[in-house]
């Protein structure tokens, strides 16, 4: 048995506008429901890799990153994502024109654990010093529990300061983030092993004025 061929459209572009001259005729009902048919078929190379923001959730998720190198633009609207062969949901396609890239997150990925605690607080207790000083520490624990190796970018940042009479320091950190930002945004690049574990740990220091007010820290 041979499967039957779709058939697509033509792709113009005249560099103002890009048609799609579909062959053949095709009969949509005038029922005021909506109606597919077949524009196009094409595949594209994805890169795959996972997700971590554990300061504002503990799940990871799959990331594809895909470069769209088909022949025409990716038109705005919903999309049907699936995993091997699994349906895990829908997401919305913005324009994408001929050779950007395109990033889309496939759901959760329960298999890889993230675990963000505070591992130190300390206040400077001298009252003599006219600063005073607070100094943070976090640990990130990132466990792989898939049968195969999980590349992995893992977001964090620490705070930044808005008053000239407030310093934030970096003073500790492992391992050194691919990227550290201006506005203290930290990006790690990471593989795991599978059944192996990484841990990232970074510790800061806050200083201002004993007679300022300092809001926004979680504590």
Same mark, same amino acid.
């Given at each position: 048995?041979?499967?039957?061929?779709?058939?697509?459209?033509?792709?113009?572009?005249?560099? @103002?506008?890009? %048609?799609?001259?579909?062959?053949?005729?095709?009969?949509?009902? %005038?029922?005021?429901?909506?109606?597919?048919?077949?524009?196009?078929?094409?595949?594209?190379?994805?890169?795959?890799?996972?997700? %971590?923001?554990?300061?504002?959730?503990?799940?990871?998720?799959?990331?594809?990153?895909?470069?769209? %190198?088909?022949?025409?633009?990716?038109?705005?609207?919903?999309?049907?994502?699936?995993?091997?062969?699994?349906?895990?949901?829908?997401?919305?396609?913005?324009?994408?024109? !001929?050779?950007?890239?395109?990033?889309?997150?496939?759901?959760?990925?329960?298999?890889?654990? !993230?675990?963000?605690?505070? #591992?130190?607080?300390?206040?400077?207790? #001298?009252?003599?010093?006219?600063?005073?000083?607070?100094?943070?520490?976090?640990?990130?624990?990132?466990?792989?529990? @898939?049968?195969?190796?999980?590349?992995?970018?893992?977001?964090?940042?620490?705070?930044? #300061?808005?008053?000239?009479?407030?310093?934030?320091?970096?003073?500790?950190?492992?391992?050194?983030?691919?990227?550290?930002?201006?506005?203290?945004?930290?990006?790690?690049?990471?593989?795991?092993?599978?059944?192996?574990?990484? !841990?990232?740990?970074?510790?800061?220091?806050?200083?201002?004025?004993?007679?300022?007010?300092?809001?926004?820290?979680?504590?």
């Amino acid at each position: 048995m041979v499967a039957a061929e779709a058939v697509v459209a033509a792709v113009q572009d005249s560099g @103002t506008a890009v %048609s799609f001259l579909v062959p053949g005729q095709t009969n949509i009902p %005038s029922d005021g429901s909506p109606h597919k048919t077949t524009i196009n078929l094409f595949n594209l190379d994805p890169e795959l890799d996972y997700l %971590s923001v554990p300061k504002h959730t503990g799940a990871v998720f799959r990331r594809v990153k895909v470069k769209n %190198s088909s022949p025409s633009p990716l038109l705005p609207g919903q999309a049907n994502l699936f995993f091997d062969d699994e349906f895990i949901g829908n997401t919305k396609l913005d324009y994408s024109p !001929v050779g950007e890239e395109m990033e889309l997150l496939l759901g959760v990925e329960e298999r890889i654990k !993230v675990e963000r605690e505070l #591992a130190r607080r300390d206040v400077d207790k #001298a009252l003599l010093r006219d600063k005073r000083q607070l100094r943070y520490g976090y640990r990130i624990k990132l466990e792989n529990l @898939t049968d195969s190796e999980a590349r992995l970018e893992v977001q964090d940042h620490i705070p930044v #300061a808005k008053h000239e009479d407030i310093k934030v320091k970096l003073e500790r950190i492992s391992p050194e983030p691919a990227e550290h930002s201006d506005l203290n945004m930290m990006e790690w690049q990471l593989t795991i092993e599978p059944g192996a574990e990484q !841990v990232i740990q970074y510790e800061f220091l806050i200083e201002h004025p004993r007679t300022m007010q300092v809001a926004g820290l979680i504590e």
